[in-house]
């Protein structure tokens, strides 16, 4: 059964039946100003932190038929009665004609049709706007005229979106809508809680007379709430009850009549869902929205702003479904996750028990460093702020107010506060980015620690090569009874808790990748001593991993606080995990034969046709000394289920090893674009990497979930264009250097690097996997595989031909 299709050339997926298995969903706006819609029209929008100042009420528990923050009403009067629908299907669920939820570029479009009516509404937040806009447009198609009202709603939220949730006394109490006319007919409908009356309202209006209004949930429902979303009993009335709420569950319903529409005839409507300091303050910038010109501009701006950052990279290669990733959903996502973290989703639903994670953004940041490097510096600046002045860093923060957490440690007093990998993360973002825009001047910026003294004011500052520095010692001083780095509450697997006192590999493995990237950037700085100190501790390191670690065919992955191995064939569960085999290349500690023994024991334990595992067997029962993995079943998430997020890794540990067929299999065989046609089994949506699948101990194997915000966006990413295609930005220029599948004849590339493009023609006619033989910019042949950074504002023609380097 499929749900729909890829229109690459509008660069949508769409949906043209809308009982998906699951809610699929699409993101508008940023993180300032935006949130999801799903595919029914639902819209859950928040404004700088999803916690503390949600606008609409979207709750994600309720079945996928109910109405979720907001809908639009079509009715047309029959009689003396009215046949009320929505065009966006939920909550109505009348029979449609046709149905099309077209996923856009940070806008959704319905085109529906029901009774003789053709909806086509876009929804999108401009960009830099703090406003929601629906551009509807209605057709008639039936034939003969009709008369039709049109009637947006909004359910709000308190801002406090847990309080929402847990407190029915105070909440209700608090919330007032209140209408301002204006000339014309137009009317401003404003919300707030009574505390942020003069300071902040949020708003419904739109550019066409209203008639009347409601902004009480249950007058509009009618009957004491007997009335439902479904139909509700006030849309039977000619006009709605103008009722400004003083307390209650708040909502906006507008209503317009637009009049008899004569067959062929369409009339347009435009919406404004925004937030600002006043009616006042609002006021012009709703007047500018109201002009349909405007309106237009404002998508053609979008268009604009998304086809600035995909064009940092567009690719053409032998996989129609590997450059529909590469080229639009893959970016996209990876754009998605660096505005919103592991935030809001409808599966992480963003509460307040989270925030936006250390490790998750720094990782996120990483995926969007040649389309948006400056906001990409920006976020980096805000998690270097929450690192602690000894080296490690909190875990997470909450966006709006700057106040961070230890993240589910605090959970167990009994376990350390701390884990053991965040701050390491850091350290290859930083470089990452100095890699690709060559701004080395803001390793000499200097950030605040976290810690704060009574007066509000940090305690301590340092430069941010200051801050890297101390990210690395805090590690280096933090070991266990083999002399490898203490797991903390967790390391990259939050699940694995362990006593205090046990040991993580994969923390080492990460710590050896950041000193190799540190010694990398001294050398590149001329500090050739600096480098050198951290080259002798990665050699001490790899050392330890290697004289303790191998457990004869793959790399054990913890040692518990007795010394016991977790991750070893002595494990009656967990006997092998992908991360111990995959880093232990990623950090360059495993030998050569030890890193081909290891890859190819993930390969033989943990692959499946639908991803690899995180580890095998899954352990059965919950046991508290391991913690979190083990209140899943075996196979679902971090308990030996395909956990995406590390596929990548395998990908570029292959890559790296110089298996071109093996990388590129593992990259396909997660490729979500190519499981259009298993939507029953797969569930999420096919055009996003999901978090988890789950893995072939479950009885669901091969079910999705999760999707959206994963660290695998920014991973398939970097793995896919840095380590198949071998597009790498290093400190001299952009290195290329493939690891392609041998059976490709090469592939093109359009890349933006340091204000200069390059055009990159990949030939590979002996059919290897690595290796270049010759490389000419501009006609001229070039010594190695760097291209230079031209920084001219050019395009330079670079063409590269595979095989044994000459
Ligand atoms: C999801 C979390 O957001 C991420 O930080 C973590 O690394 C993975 N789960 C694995 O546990």
């Excluded at 969903?25 to 029914?40: E, K, Q, S």
């Excluded at 692959?607 to 000394?625: E, H, Q, V, W």
Aim: glycine share 10%; charged share 20%.
């Amino acid at each position: 059964m499929e749900y729909g299709y890829f229109d690459d050339r509008n660069r949508e997926y769409v949906i043209t039946n809308p009982k998906t298995p699951v809610k699929w969903i699409n993101y508008v706006g940023t993180l300032a100003f935006g949130g999801l819609i799903d595919h029914t029209g639902g819209a859950l929008i928040c404004a700088g932190d999803p916690a503390l100042n949600r606008i609409t009420r979207y709750l994600a528990l309720l079945p996928g038929s109910e109405f979720k923050g907001q809908t639009l009403y079509l009715r047309i009067r029959e009689g003396s009665r009215y046949r009320v629908f929505s065009p966006f299907f939920v909550p109505t669920l009348d029979p449609y004609d046709r149905y099309e939820c077209h996923v856009g570029l940070g806008y959704v479009r319905i085109v529906s049709e029901f009774y003789g009516l053709r909806a086509n509404v876009t929804l999108f937040v401009p960009p830099g706007e703090a406003r929601l806009l629906e551009d509807i447009r209605i057709t008639n198609i039936a034939g003969r005229p009709l008369e039709v009202d049109a009637v947006p709603v909004v359910e709000y939220t308190h801002p406090d979106a847990l309080k929402q949730i847990t407190n029915a006394d105070w909440v209700p109490q608090t919330m007032q809508s209140k209408a301002y006319p204006e000339a014309g007919g137009l009317l401003i409908l404003a919300q707030y809680p009574f505390m942020l009356r003069d300071t902040r309202i949020n708003y419904l209006t739109s550019n066409r007379p209203v008639s009347s209004f409601e902004s009480d949930r249950r007058r509009f429902l009618g009957d004491n709430e007997y009335g439902t979303w479904a139909r509700p009993l006030s849309l039977q009335a000619a006009e709605l009850g103008c009722y400004e709420a003083q307390r209650g569950d708040n909502i906006a319903a507008l209503l317009h009549h637009l009049g008899t529409l004569a067959p062929g005839e369409t009339r347009r409507l435009i919406t404004q869902l925004g937030q600002a300091p006043s009616v006042e303050a609002a006021r012009p910038g709703i007047a500018a929205y109201r002009d349909e010109a405007r309106v237009d501009r404002a998508f053609a701006e979008l268009a604009a702003s998304w086809e600035r950052y995909l064009s940092s990279l567009q690719v053409e290669t032998p996989d129609p479904a590997m450059d529909r990733m590469l080229n639009i959903h893959n970016p996209r996502q990876c754009h998605t996750t660096f505005q919103w973290s592991r935030y809001l989703s409808l599966y992480q639903t963003g509460y307040g028990e989270r925030g936006i994670g250390f490790r998750d953004s720094a990782q996120d940041a990483m995926g969007v460093l040649a389309g948006l490097p400056q906001e990409a510096k920006e976020l980096l600046r805000r998690l270097l702020s929450v690192q602690r002045a000894g080296g490690s860093a909190m875990h997470q923060f909450n966006p709006l107010t700057m106040q961070a957490s230890v993240g589910d440690a605090a959970e167990r007093p009994d376990l350390p506060q701390y884990y053991s990998d965040d701050h390491l993360w850091i350290v290859l973002a930083v470089c990452a980015y100095l890699k690709e825009t060559g701004d080395l001047a803001f390793l000499d910026e200097p950030v605040p620690y976290y810690e704060r003294g009574r007066d509000g004011r940090p305690l301590a500052t340092g430069s941010v090569r200051h801050h890297l520095e101390a990210a690395v010692e805090f590690t280096r001083g933090d070991l266990g009874a083999h002399g490898l780095p203490l797991l903390g509450f967790a390391d990259w697997n939050d699940t694995v808790n362990l006593r205090a006192g046990a040991e993580s590999l994969f923390t080492a493995h990460l710590y050896g990748r950041a000193l190799l990237e540190l010694a990398d950037l001294l050398r590149h700085l001329g500090e050739t001593v600096a480098a050198g100190k951290y080259l002798a501790w990665y050699e001490e390191m790899k050392a330890r991993v290697n004289a303790c670690a191998w457990d004869g065919a793959w790399y054990i992955r913890y040692f518990d606080a007795d010394g016991t191995p977790l991750g070893s064939h002595a494990n009656a569960q967990g006997q092998i995990y992908a991360n111990a085999q995959s880093w232990a290349v990623l950090s360059g500690f495993a030998t050569p034969e030890r890193a081909r023994r290891a890859m190819d024991s993930l390969y033989e334990w943990l692959n499946t046709p639908c991803g690899i595992k995180l580890s095998m067997p899954g352990f059965n029962g919950f046991d508290p000394a391991r913690g979190g993995i083990t209140t899943y079943p075996p196979g679902a998430k971090e308990n030996g289920g395909i956990f995406l997020h590390a596929n990548p890794w395998a990908i570029i540990a292959e890559a790296l090893l110089g298996n071109g067929d093996r990388a590129y299999a593992y990259y396909a065989q997660i490729n979500p674009a190519a499981r259009n046609d298993q939507i029953d089994t797969f569930e999420c949506e096919p055009w996003v990497y999901p978090q988890n699948i789950l893995g072939d101990e479950h009885p669901q194997f091969g079910l999705a979930r999760n999707s959206w915000l994963t660290g695998t966006a920014s991973w398939a990413y970097q793995a896919g264009t840095q380590y198949i295609l071998g597009l790498q930005p290093t400190y001299a220029g952009l290195r290329i250097d493939p690891c392609l599948p041998a059976a490709w004849a090469g592939y093109r590339a359009r890349r933006r690097f340091r204000g200069a493009t390059y055009e990159i023609e990949v030939a590979n006619p002996e059919h290897v996997s690595r290796g270049v033989a010759r490389l000419a910019v501009d006609g001229r042949p070039l010594q190695g595989n760097v291209v230079p950074a031209f920084a001219d504002g050019a395009t330079h023609h670079v063409e590269v031909t595979m095989g044994q380097p000459a």
